[in-house]
């Protein structure tokens, strides 16, 4: 029997874990290979808990404090981002000492395990053993109307806003803004959408709210709010070339259209799966609303046939490591 612990550095992504259990179907599987997978946070792990598996394969950026645990156990490391890329201006851009220790674990990590097929040509001047393993959902076709707009967004997307600002709005749309403070052209005065959102904003229909990134809220807002339209802006940088098309998997779980920016893996998405943006986002936004039941329809088709558990790439990483 082989024994996997995925270690959480975080609550949030604990909880992420744990509340979306994006591996269940995964498990389920591998208990027909004698192979058993359990999670726990970084808070509970230490030397005695880590040498009672095979293998712990973590998830998130490291902490500092653990390394002394990883030089005497067997791990991999799941990479989402590449951190080290982030502009040095950014509010989430790691240490000096964060970014030798991140580099150090690429290097040392018995496996890496990314989402993209760049990110993992990144990463292989550090570590030859590299596995890629996309994002996968449950999806089902969802019949949306709404006339909104949506960008949900965490701290190091925080340059991206900049390909928002100046935006010309429809009056007949709410635009939502999830996450940092959306450009300043359009934040002047406060309001509240309910007890724990504050808006702040000049105009009547733009809206903000400064999430914490409490997961169970999260999962509720992205699956109850009303939006068809999901906005993925992104600076042309090496970071975001190596992200994922998380955001329009889960955009197109809600039953909304994502206008992106061409960039990266959204670059290679099919042309007709969503709206790529050149240089104007208010056509693009009004073009996927115009046109949203087939470009749906299309990206529906498009996540079901990669980004469910029909894709086996999980299964043959586990197998592996």
């Known amino acids: 029997m082989k024994k996997v612990l995925q270690v959480c550095s975080s609550h949030e992504a604990y909880d992420c874990i744990r509340i979306f259990d994006p591996f269940k179907k995964v498990k389920e599987q591998l208990k027909n290979d004698n192979i058993i997978v359990e999670t726990t946070p970084i808070s509970a792990m230490n030397l005695?808990?880590?040498t009672k598996y095979d293998i712990s394969l973590w998830h998130g950026c490291m902490c500092l404090n653990v390394y002394s645990v990883l030089k005497q156990v067997n791990f991999g490391l799941y990479v989402d981002d590449l951190m080290t890329d982030l502009n040095p201006g950014n509010p989430a851009h790691p240490s000096k000492a964060e970014i030798e220790g991140l580099k150090w674990c690429y290097k040392n990590a018995d496996s890496l395990i990314v989402t993209t097929e760049y990110l993992k040509q990144k990463l292989s001047e550090y570590n030859n053993r590299i596995f890629v393993c996309p994002n996968l959902v449950d999806i089902t076709e969802k019949h949306n109307d709404s006339k909104n707009v949506l960008y949900a967004y965490g701290n190091s997307h925080s340059y991206d806003l900049k390909l928002l600002v100046g935006m010309e709005l429809n009056k007949d749309r709410n635009y939502y803004?999830?996450?940092?403070?959306?450009?300043?052209?359009?934040?002047?005065?406060?309001?509240?959408?309910?007890d724990d959102i504050t808006v702040k904003t000049n105009k009547p229909n733009v809206y903000w709210a400064e999430i914490q990134w409490n997961y169970e809220k999260y999962k509720v807002w992205m699956n109850n709010f009303d939006y068809g339209v999901g906005l993925v802006p992104l600076?042309?940088?090496?970071?975001?070339?190596?992200?994922s098309i998380l955001k329009f998997i889960e955009?197109?779980?809600?039953?909304?259209?994502?206008?992106?920016?061409?960039?990266?893996?959204?670059?290679?998405?099919?042309?007709?799966?969503?709206?790529?943006?050149k240089d104007n986002w208010?056509?693009?936004?009004?073009?996927?609303?115009?046109?949203?039941?087939?470009?749906?329809?299309?990206?529906?088709?498009?996540?079901?046939?990669?980004?469910?558990?029909?894709?086996?790439?999980?299964?043959?990483?586990?197998?592996?490591?």
């Open 177 to 194: 803004f999830f996450g940092k403070l959306p450009p300043s052209d359009l934040c002047v005065y406060t309001r509240s959408i309910t």
């Open 48 to 50: 005695q808990l880590a």
């Open 235 to 243: 600076q042309d940088n090496e970071f975001n070339k190596c992200k």
């Open 251 to 277: 955009y197109t779980q809600h039953g909304a259209v994502s206008v992106v920016s061409n960039v990266g893996a959204y670059a290679a998405i099919p042309d007709n799966c969503c709206v790529k943006v």
């Open 282 to 321: 208010c056509e693009a936004i009004e073009y996927a609303f115009k046109n949203r039941e087939e470009i749906y329809k299309n990206a529906l088709k498009f996540i079901v046939d990669k980004y469910t558990y029909n894709n086996d790439a999980w299964i043959r990483m586990y197998r592996s490591i």
